[in-house]
């Protein structure tokens, strides 16, 4: 649950309630969403790089770091940003944790058209989000950045590291369907249509929301945009058995209702704004 905002990111919500694009930008508006658990060490410098990619691009766009209340001081670093431009909001989230449900919480908060995530550890080069909101703006409903698509790399991943990867993807496979399909569905930097995921419920926890996505949204187009996964900056992975475990209990779920008879109980997406 959001439980909290400051004023300025308050009154930086209010402006862009309107969701009208200035003059001269493209009509979609983007709302990148960065979760963050402890990234303090991160956050400055990845906000301040995304900032310097997505303007020149000349678009509406608006960052929102979910944060889940981390102490190391993340939520400050953020405000201090965010009190010089309003297009930087932070959306504290308190006794909650779940990267997923920190992706759909930002979701919620921002009337954009283009809905994005990435990671604050720099794994993600903010170098390939204009390409990401053009496949998108070309009419794609999804654009991933991919480590599977000819051109894009695992980084410095030991060979054992791989054949796992390898093997999450592997049985994502018969889940996946013919027209929304991707070679790198387990990477958690994406941009999507708001319309293709309105309404449905995705599961909260874990890390793979992007697979539920895949899977469940209504998605005619899907455009795979090849990258270098980067190794992280600062601090340390939150990856953790937690996540494998939400992993499984996603696979089975996805298993269950596309070849058997459950139905997700999740609360769905809806604007928040
Ligand atoms: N808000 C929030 N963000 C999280 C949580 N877990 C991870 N993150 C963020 O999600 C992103 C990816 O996490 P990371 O630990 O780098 O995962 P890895 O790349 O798979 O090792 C980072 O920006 C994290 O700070 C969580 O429980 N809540
Ligand atoms: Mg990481």
């Known amino acids: 649950m959001v439980t909290s905002t400051t004023d300025p990111i308050e009154a930086a919500a209010s402006t862009s309630r309107t969701g009208a694009a200035p003059a001269g930008?493209?009509?979609?508006?983007?709302?990148?969403?960065?979760?963050?658990?402890?990234?303090?060490?991160?956050?400055?410098?990845?906000?301040?790089?995304v900032r310097a990619v997505l303007d020149p691009l000349e678009i509406h766009y608006e960052i929102l770091v979910v944060d889940d209340d981390s102490a190391d001081g993340t939520g400050d670093v953020v405000s201090a940003i965010a009190l010089n431009d309003p297009r930087v909001r932070l959306i504290v989230r308190k006794g909650e944790r779940g990267l997923s449900g920190a992706v759909l919480d930002g979701w919620r908060q921002?009337?954009?058209?283009?809905?994005?995530?990435?990671?604050a550890d720099l794994q993600h080069p903010p170098e390939l989000l204009p390409r990401l909101f053009e496949a998108v703006s070309e009419g794609n409903d999804m654009a991933i950045g991919s480590r599977y698509t000819p051109g894009g790399e695992l980084g410095g991943w030991n060979l054992w590291r791989k054949l796992l990867s390898a093997a999450a993807v592997w049985v994502t496979w018969p889940l996946q369907r013919r027209r929304a399909r991707a070679k790198d569905p387990m990477s958690g930097y994406f941009m999507v249509r708001r319309a293709?995921?309105?309404?449905i419920g995705f599961q909260r926890t874990g890390f793979?929301?992007?697979l539920e996505v895949l899977v469940r949204a209504?998605?005619?187009?899907?455009?795979?945009?090849?990258?270098?996964?980067?190794l992280r900056y600062r601090g340390a992975s939150k990856a953790n058995f937690q996540v494998a475990w939400e992993y499984a209990?996603?696979?089975s779920k996805l298993y269950a209702g596309k070849f058997g008879f459950r139905r997700s109980p999740e609360p769905g997406l809806r604007a928040g704004r």
């Open 218 to 230: 209504r998605l005619e187009s899907v455009k795979e945009v090849p990258f270098a996964f980067g």
């Open 196 to 199: 293709s995921v309105e309404g």
């Open 208 to 210: 793979k929301l992007l």
């Open 110 to 119: 921002t009337n954009a058209d283009v809905l994005g995530v990435m990671d």
């Open 25 to 49: 930008c493209l009509p979609l508006k983007l709302g990148l969403v960065i979760p963050t658990l402890c990234e303090a060490e991160n956050i400055g410098g990845l906000l301040k790089h």
């Open 249 to 251: 209990r996603l696979l």
